[in-house]
């Protein structure tokens, strides 16, 4: 038996994900209905696309400000896209100021794991391993490696938990973005400054 899918359907899931009409009728007609699998679908089309569009020049884009209430904290970032065209839309635009803000609140020390200053983690993998002290030698390098993991996920802007919904990362969003609107897309770099700092 095969489920009747409607535009009302097609609609909703358009709403919710923000993919185009034609891949959410394909993904809910391969889930049979299943809002939650077609879901599921669109976000492993969204990465493979996002892949895709990895290697690709991102040389427009632009840079914006957050500062926020009060003044005491505030941010530059650069976000890169392929176009001129897609640097101007408000989809874009709100992405390059919603990073701002997630860099105001979540203070990341780089981008990405191939940014970070290599003196932040060997500062960490003594405090790991001292903290480790007295454990089997076998289970001290497990400890370290995991603890660096952890001080990485939680340093490297990328792989931070979105703080408009705690239930993505960057990245995840990064990547959504690149599908729904076709580019390439960078976080280039970003300074936050914080009064008193």
Known sequence: MSVQINAKMVGD???????????????????????????????KKGVATAAKKSGRDASDGLIDTYIHLGGKVGVLVE???????V?????????VRDI??????????????ENIDPALI??????AASQAEGKPEHAI???VEGKINKYLSESCLLEQAFVKNPDQTVQEVMTAMI?????????KRFARFQVGA
Not at 79 to 85: A, N, P
Not at 179 to 187: L, R, S, Y
């Open 141 to 143: 390098e497990k400890i």
């Open 13 to 43: 899931l358009r709403a919710s994900t923000g993919a185009g009409l034609m891949d959410c009728k394909k993904a809910l007609v391969e889930s049979e209905g299943d809002v939650d699998k077609a879901v599921e679908i669109l976000r």
């Open 179 to 187: 599908a729904k609107m076709g580019e390439n897309m960078v976080i």
């Open 100 to 113: 701002a803000m997630h860099i105001a609140a979540a203070n990341p020390a780089c981008v990405s794991r």
């Open 87 to 95: 640097a101007k839309t408000d989809d874009f635009k709100q992405l």
């Open 122 to 127: 060997e500062a960490e993998r003594k405090v």
């Open 79 to 85: 976000v890169s896209c392929e176009s001129d065209f």
